[in-house]
């Protein structure tokens, strides 16, 4: 016997008028559907869905289901570039809970997201940078070179921020005061990490330039 889902429906309900499948709140009904056991893989042809609300429900259910979204992880990267904040926002957040084992290279795409035209994701790269482990650091490192111009200074970012628990707070106050604004994002992110032992370097970070470092710096943990 077939077992009916009622997330069938709620997907031809949400591709059939999607302001209204928002308005109603329906992604939370179809969320609770992929958890009770609908197969993720009817999420793929709505992540690249031509109506953008038809996107951001799939995006966003996929955030809410942590590991269990990690094999569609190539198909949410490709809304990590999109100029749609909430695309963007939740791809990345799904990129950092399953940028891991066998999708261990996909890290990379985190650090890239450093270099965003919109404040907002550039944060939300460094909040989830702060949470990456060593393997993702470590990772991101070997692929630095893939980003361009900018590969050596997400080389030395990502490798201080790897090995930071032995972080010399000379080099982090480097960091912080290097010219390019990505290498002023890894400064603030190290500075995190050490602001228990040195306090200085975040009230360093707090008086930078660049209102994205400002304001992590002032954050609190």
């Not at 289901?65 to 198909?75: I, N, P, R, Y």
């Not at 999708?103 to 909040?127: G, K, Q, W």
Request: hydrophobic content about 45%.
């Amino acid at each position: 016997m077939t077992t009916f889902f009622l997330g069938n429906p709620l997907v031809a309900e949400l591709l059939a008028d999607p302001a209204a499948f928002k308005e109603r709140g329906r992604a939370y009904q179809l969320l609770d559907e992929y958890f009770a056991g609908l197969s993720v893989d009817t999420l793929r042809p709505l992540l690249t869905h031509a109506d953008t609300l038809v996107r951001h429900a799939a995006v966003w259910v996929a955030s809410e289901l942590g590991q269990q979204a990690c094999t569609l992880l190539d198909d949410v990267i490709t809304l990590i570039q999109d100029e749609d904040r909430f695309l963007s926002y939740h791809a990345l957040e799904v990129t950092a809970v399953c940028a891991d084992g066998e999708y261990l290279n996909r890290f990379i795409h985190i650090p890239r997201a450093l270099e965003s035209r919109d404040e907002v994701i550039r944060t939300l790269a460094m909040r989830l940078l702060t949470r990456a482990d060593e393997a993702q650091l470590a990772a991101g490192h070997r692929q630095a070179a893939s980003i361009g111009l900018s590969a050596d200074v997400h080389k030395e970012g990502l490798l201080m921020l790897a090995t930071c628990r032995l972080c010399n707070p000379d080099d982090v106050r480097h960091m912080l005061l290097k010219d390019e604004p990505v290498a002023r994002m890894y400064g603030v992110i190290a500075a995190k990490h050490l602001q228990q032992r040195h306090p200085e370097l975040l009230q360093l970070a707090a008086e930078l330039p660049d209102s994205d470092v400002r304001r992590f710096a002032a954050e609190t943990s």
